[in-house]
């Protein structure tokens, strides 16, 4: 593994621990539960060989995709939304909804198949949530979704594979 990996990880478990002690959220122990999978000890090298550039850009170096242009936006069949890196599932079709805001949004996750930690790239802080298999940045949570919940998981749509039901 080499340091940047190594550092982006310890970053993420700490950021992602961190927040589920404060939260009392079960997501330290989905990332635990993950802690020894063979996806976390791919080289960099592997992870661009396995992903296109723009997954590439998204999961690995936690870019964003441009608003509007993934196709899972306007996405309506039944089915599931897995990770591109390591296709874990990650949401139901039935959770998701038109945010308006130009990503596939959802209300809920499947239960410990998410991390968090906070991001503070744009100078306030936010909750960036990975994959808890392979580590792969998603999105943003925030707090202004629908009901039941109040949130909403904004996600790249590139960091995403839909499943059909």
Known sequence: MNLLNALHRRSFLFGASALCACS???QAQATEAHANSPWRKLTDAEWK?????????VLRREGTERAGTS?????????????????????????????????????RSVEGALGEKTDFKIGLPRTEYHCARCLGHQGHVFKDGPRPTGLRYCNNGVALKFVPA
């Open 24 to 26: 009392g959220a079960p």
């Open 49 to 57: 060989g396995r992903l296109s550039p723009a997954a590439y850009q």
């Open 71 to 107: 196709p899972l936006d306007r996405e309506t069949r039944r089915g599931s939304y897995v990770c591109a890196g390591c296709e874990l599932p990650l949401f139901k079709s039935d959770w998701k909804y038109d945010s308006r805001t130009g990503w596939p949004s959802f209300y």
